[in-house]
Nanobody, 120 residues
């Protein structure tokens, strides 16, 4: 089992910045992709950004140029720096990790979610 602990959400005015962190712990054999999803009220969960173990990043069009994803493999931690926040960025943000166990089976893990609210 892998546990994910998120931090960094909160309330910020439009144009402001927040930094989310997600630390993975537990039975980690090999972490593959780490990423962030978000879900706004009444909407489906959507990918915000993800990053592979080799550092290749992928962003939703709506956040390109404003958000930056990074990871510290030594700490099994992924970060999301969010700048120029807009009210439409308001959502619960979920950390997502793909990890393999010692038998090389691939599992998906989710964090508990952290609220990001951007006021206009």
């Amino acid at each position: 089992q892998v546990q994910l602990v998120e931090s960094g959400g909160g309330l910020v005015q439009a144009g402001g910045s927040l930094r989310l962190s997600c630390a993975a712990s537990g039975s980690i054999f090999s972490i593959n992709t780490m990423g962030w999803y978000r879900q706004a009220p009444g909407k489906q969960r959507e990918l915000v950004a993800d990053i592979t173990s080799s550092g290749i990043t992928n962003y939703a069009n709506s956040v390109k140029g404003r958000f930056t994803i990074s990871r510290d493999n030594a700490k099994s931690t992924v970060y999301l720096q969010m700048n120029s926040l807009k009210p439409e960025d308001t959502a619960v943000y979920y950390c997502h990790v793909k990890s393999r166990d010692s038998s090389w089976r691939l599992y998906n893990y989710w964090g508990q979610g952290t609220q990001v609210t951007v006021s206009s």
